[in-house]
């Protein structure tokens, strides 16, 4: 069996889901503008950061926390559904196909996303995915906290949850197929043996130049993948890559997860060390 793993954002969707699910929230009085705002402005800063985008990551995601912190859980997944409708629309013309086709290959489509779990789980049962990764925070009372379960946004937690899965799988990482589109997916792409970078960043454009990995956009992306998932493609890698995942002992793919912590031991280039890339 092989996995075949998609990023969301900006790969499967026109845009970020999380600001759906916020803007949704706020029309409903649950989440302040002032608070939308500041997750924007965050988000912005995060986009702008390329080599240094570990520095914005966990502030990025925290922010959203605490956005939405103290809103009951029913009321946000009320919310995920309703923003869907509104935005699905977004939804990337190629992404149908693109499951279709990995489908059709052999391989299992898995969605892992540092976006909320609630609008993950709306554009995978959209597509059929029955794997699916998004942020989770701790709910006490019925009411959302700012303590993070799972945060696929961190490199090493995108790895991690690959690695688990493959092993449940019983899954080859060296067959296994990863697209992203964003510096933060490179120890994910670099963790398999068929990396794709969709319409990367230029961060990400450089790390895949480096690597001779495969480049696409939406309009050769379904036609590159079908070429890659056929009977006859040839096997990219002898051995998996060498990325050293360090997460806490507790799962992080069980949906009823504790806490989990994760190692700040870096499993992707350092700042320092990115620089290589950006010849």
């Given at each position: 069996?092989?996995?075949?793993?998609?990023?969301?954002?900006?790969?499967?969707?026109?845009?970020?889901?999380?600001?759906?699910?916020?803007?949704?929230?706020?029309?409903?009085?649950?989440?302040?503008?002032?608070?939308?705002?500041?997750?924007?402005?965050?988000?912005?800063?995060?986009?702008?950061?390329?080599?240094?985008?570990?520095?914005?990551?966990?502030?990025?995601?925290?922010?959203?926390?605490?956005?939405?912190?103290?809103?009951?859980?029913?009321?946000?997944?009320?919310?995920?559904?309703?923003?869907?409708?509104?935005?699905?629309?977004?939804?990337?013309?190629?992404?149908?196909?693109?499951?279709?086709?990995?489908?059709?290959?052999?391989?299992?489509?898995?969605?892992?996303?540092?976006?909320?779990?609630?609008?993950?789980?709306?554009?995978?049962?959209?597509?059929?995915?029955?794997?699916?990764?998004?942020?989770?925070?701790?709910?006490?009372?019925?009411?959302?906290?700012?303590?993070?379960?799972?945060?696929?946004?961190?490199?090493?937690?995108?790895v991690g949850l690959l690695r688990e899965l493959a092993s449940q799988l019983n899954a080859d990482m060296t067959e296994a197929l990863?697209?992203?589109?964003?510096?933060?997916?490179?120890?994910?792409?670099?963790?398999?043996?068929?990396?794709?970078?969709?319409e990367p960043d230029e961060t990400l454009r450089c790390m895949a130049r480096h690597g001779a990995w495969t480049v696409a956009d939406?309009?050769?992306?379904?036609?590159?993948?079908?070429?890659?998932?056929?009977?006859?493609?040839?096997?990219?890698?002898?051995?998996?890559?060498?990325?050293?995942?360090?997460?806490?002992?507790?799962?992080?793919?069980?949906?009823?997860?504790?806490?989990?912590?994760?190692?700040?031991?870096?499993?992707?280039?350092?700042?320092?060390?990115?620089?290589?890339?950006?010849?």
């Amino acid at each position: 069996m092989n996995i075949a793993v998609v990023d969301v954002d900006g790969t499967l969707y026109q845009g970020t889901l999380g600001f759906a699910l916020l803007d949704e929230l706020n029309s409903a009085d649950l989440v302040s503008a002032s608070a939308v705002h500041r997750v924007r402005n965050a988000m912005r800063q995060h986009r702008g950061a390329g080599k240094a985008f570990r520095t914005t990551l966990e502030s990025t995601s925290d922010c959203y926390a605490r956005a939405v912190e103290g809103v009951p859980q029913e009321r946000i997944l009320a919310a995920s559904h309703a923003a869907w409708q509104r935005v699905r629309h977004r939804l990337l013309d190629s992404a149908g196909p693109l499951i279709e086709i990995l489908e059709k290959g052999g391989f299992v489509p898995v969605l892992i996303s540092g976006s909320p779990q609630e609008m993950i789980d709306r554009i995978a049962d959209e597509l059929g995915i029955s794997h699916r990764f998004g942020m989770r925070l701790a709910v006490d009372n019925g009411v959302c906290t700012h303590r993070f379960l799972s945060l696929p946004a961190i490199p090493e937690v995108k790895v991690g949850l690959l690695r688990e899965l493959a092993s449940q799988l019983n899954a080859d990482m060296t067959e296994a197929l990863a697209i992203g589109n964003g510096a933060s997916d490179y120890a994910l792409l670099h963790a398999v043996g068929h990396p794709i970078a969709f319409e990367p960043d230029e961060t990400l454009r450089c790390m895949a130049r480096h690597g001779a990995w495969t480049v696409a956009d939406r309009r050769t992306l379904v036609p590159q993948v079908s070429a890659l998932v056929s009977p006859s493609r040839p096997s990219r890698r002898t051995a998996t890559a060498p990325v050293v995942v360090a997460v806490s002992t507790v799962s992080l793919v069980s949906p009823v997860s504790t806490v989990s912590t994760v190692s700040t031991v870096s499993t992707v280039p350092s700042e320092r060390n990115l620089d290589a890339y950006s010849a």
